[in-house]
């Protein structure tokens, strides 16, 4: 037995220190394997099914390698959770002094520079942001981490917190007057010098991203990284190592510039009028996009006389501008910054415009704020496997959902990995006696106009047999509209919808409410944890297929054809089997939870694919009749 599967065990330090831990096989066995790989090297993808304890799992044989560890999360409150709940547990119970440190991005930290020369200006401009102003100068006298969720009494959403923090492009670095202060600093310092690491994917392929061009800081040192929520990696890393530019870089390039300009003293003639200019021009590129929120390829954008016309207006306005920025780039650092940002906004928008078709594929998102332009390699497997490919490293991949059914490719291949160990463990929760899979009978083609009707017509016995203490989780924003105006009136209980409020503030509101009702599409499908009765439903409208007529995946499917294979089905329906299962593991969450998850898109019996999901679901009584629903929640009702 390994040293982790001890500690882990019946009679190991955590079961001693831990109220209510309980040893767990599946767990141990976990730590065990994590163990050989973390001392070792090599890559192991774990699917671990909730309640299995995998976070302990990793932390254990983690905290006591005497290695330099990263444990990288999907969120930053789950790095929270694990840094200030989950570690400490563990630590103590071990009585290990390991150093652990947090490192978020440089967003989530206090700038003391542009908090002294922007804050003030801008309250003093725009009253609505006065206060906040006011309240942070008081915290930055008091803070040790100058972390920003600290400050608790002020909204995410806030418009104080872009002006107070910093970018890639607007840090100083040494140069800075506040660089002795600076929280960011300091937190990387922390991070360089821990034993332990706790990041985020984003903050894991940024620091990648640098490594690549010689500057990253946190992988070099390490000897061993786990990924937590690993399923989100393929699509942050295609964020990653492609090239994105939006309109707010241009708009916050031409307000520094301004301000500058301002704060100079004797404006620089002809500054203000390129400024515009520049601005003028990208909003001829937003209008070319349509008047709607829209996403589309590239492609579509250079059939249009107008977009290429603004696209030329836009390279003039900007050499314009480089042109007199060189000219006074010594009267001041922020003037000399602000000549190197135009120049990388003009080489990316020229990269992504131009950018191979047969390699990479570039779209744009519109919305009423702006626009993104955007390119990704078709393939992010073989970029990032060589990273993979070190024997003496050891990688880690967990998650409740990598897998389809007992096979690993599909998650393999998009992450480039070039030889892996793997395993899952089912979740040890008695679904077969606390849950029903409801798959209601006579349900139309989701495809055809009739769907939207019979999904209510479906739902609403089912929430009213529950008593609200729903999720009912859409695969479109389309959808959820189209519910929320009938169940308004067909409902009966409190309905909660997303964008309605901010995700965290709609949770707590839905735990502390009685029969509560809650609509969401994707954030909620996955890293929502709702315990007790207060969720005893989960009702999914449609198989989540993504969309073809999203220019990355129709173009991510036509890559996977020209390798000879069912672009269908080996690209959409896995990645639509692991989303499904994510939605599905919002039902039950404990070991006394009890639950109904009805799935009302008919090809779950009608199509062959439809054995791949329900295979991939837990092992759930099927029901067909509402009567059976009624039964299971009158028999809670009796019971509690």
């Given at each position: ?401 990598l897998a389809v059914g007992d096979d690993f490719d599909h998650f393999a291949g998009l992450m480039g990995l070039p030889r892996y160990e793997s395993a899952r463990w089912d979740s040890p929760f008695a679904y077969e006696k606390n849950a029903l899979l409801y798959l209601p009978e006579g349900m139309p083609d989701p495809r055809s106009d009739s769907y939207d009707e019979a999904l209510i017509e479906a739902v609403v016995p089912v929430l009213e047999s529950s008593r609200g203490r729903a999720f009912v989780l859409f695969t479109s924003y389309r ?162």
């Amino acid at each position: 037995m390994s040293k982790s599967s001890e500690i882990l065990g019946a009679d190991g330090p955590l079961a001693d220190s831990m109220p209510g831990f309980r040893p767990r096989e599946a767990q141990q066995e976990m730590a065990a394997h994590i163990e050989t790989i973390v001392n070792d090297g090599g890559v192991f993808v774990a699917e671990s099914g909730t309640g299995t304890g995998k976070t302990f799992a990793y932390l254990v044989p983690a905290l006591m390698s005497g290695k330099r560890v990263i444990v990288s999360t999907g969120t930053r409150h789950l790095q929270d959770q694990l840094f200030h709940r989950d570690v400490p547990a563990v630590m103590t119970a071990l009585g290990t002094d390991s150093t652990v440190a947090l490192l978020k991005g440089r967003s989530n930290y206090l700038c003391l520079q542009r908090l002294d020369t922007r804050a003030e200006a801008m309250a003093a401009r725009d009253e609505t942001v006065a206060n906040d102003v006011a309240i942070v100068q008081e915290w930055s006298a008091t803070t040790a981490s100058g972390e920003i969720a600290e400050l608790g009494v002020i909204s995410e959403e806030s418009r104080i917190w872009p002006l107070v923090t910093s970018t890639p492009d607007n840090c100083l670095g040494g140069n800075c007057e506040f660089f002795k202060d600076c929280f960011v600093a300091k937190a990387r310092k922390e991070a360089l010098e821990a034993d332990v690491l706790v990041i985020n994917h984003h903050l894991f392929f940024a620091d990648l991203m640098l490594r690549e061009d010689g500057f990253g800081q946190l992988l070099p040192g390490a000897q061993a990284v786990i990924f937590d929520e690993a399923h989100q990696l393929p699509d942050i890393a295609t964020n990653f190592l492609g090239l994105a530019l939006t309109s707010a870089q241009f708009q916050t390039l031409g307000d520094e510039v301004n301000e500058e300009n301002i704060a100079q003293g004797s404006p620089v003639s002809g500054l203000r009028n390129e400024v515009d200019a520049l601005g003028t021009s990208v909003k001829k590129l937003r209008l070319v996009m349509g008047s709607r929120n829209q996403r589309g390829p590239v492609e579509e954008l250079e059939k249009n006389p107008e977009w290429r016309s603004a696209l030329e207006d836009t390279g003039v306005s900007l050499d314009a501008l480089i042109e007199t920025l060189d000219a006074v780039a010594d009267m001041s650092e922020v003037f000399g910054q602000c000549l190197d940002r135009a120049g990388e906004i003009k080489e990316r928008l020229i990269e992504i415009t131009e950018r191979d078709r047969d390699t990479h594929v570039r779209w744009y998102d519109a919305t009423t704020r702006g626009f993104r332009l955007q390119s990704a390699p078709l393939d992010i497997g073989s970029e990032l496997g060589k990273h993979f490919d070190n024997e003496a490293m050891g990688w880690v991949f967990t998650s409740a959902t990598l897998a389809v059914g007992d096979d690993f490719d599909h998650f393999a291949g998009l992450m480039g990995l070039p030889r892996y160990e793997s395993a899952r463990w089912d979740s040890p929760f008695a679904y077969e006696k606390n849950a029903l899979l409801y798959l209601p009978e006579g349900m139309p083609d989701p495809r055809s106009d009739s769907y939207d009707e019979a999904l209510i017509e479906a739902v609403v016995p089912v929430l009213e047999s529950s008593r609200g203490r729903a999720f009912v989780l859409f695969t479109s924003y389309r959808a959820l509209r189209a519910a929320r105006s009938v169940l308004e009136k067909r409902l009966k209980f409190e309905l909660l919808v997303q964008g309605d409020a901010p995700r965290n503030e709609l949770l707590e509101r839905f735990r502390s409410g009685n029969d509560v009702v809650l609509l969401g599409t994707s954030s909620f499908w996955e890293g929502v944890d709702v315990r007790g009765e207060a969720l005893s439903c989960v009702i999914i409208d449609k198989l989540p297929f993504e969309s073809v007529q999203d220019p990355l995946v129709r173009a991510r499917m036509t890559h996977v054809e020209t390798t000879g294979r069912n672009p269908f089905m080996h690209y959409q329906v896995p990645r639509a089997v692991m989303t499904l299962k994510q939605g599905a593991g919002r039902l039950i969450r404990d070991e006394d939870d009890r639950g109904v998850l009805m799935i009302c898109d008919p090809r779950l019996t009608s199509k062959g694919y439809g054995r791949q999901f329900l295979k991939n679901l837990p092992p759930m009584p099927v029901v067909r009749d509402i009567d059976r629903v009624r039964s299971h929640f009158l028999q809670d009702e009796s019971a509690s």
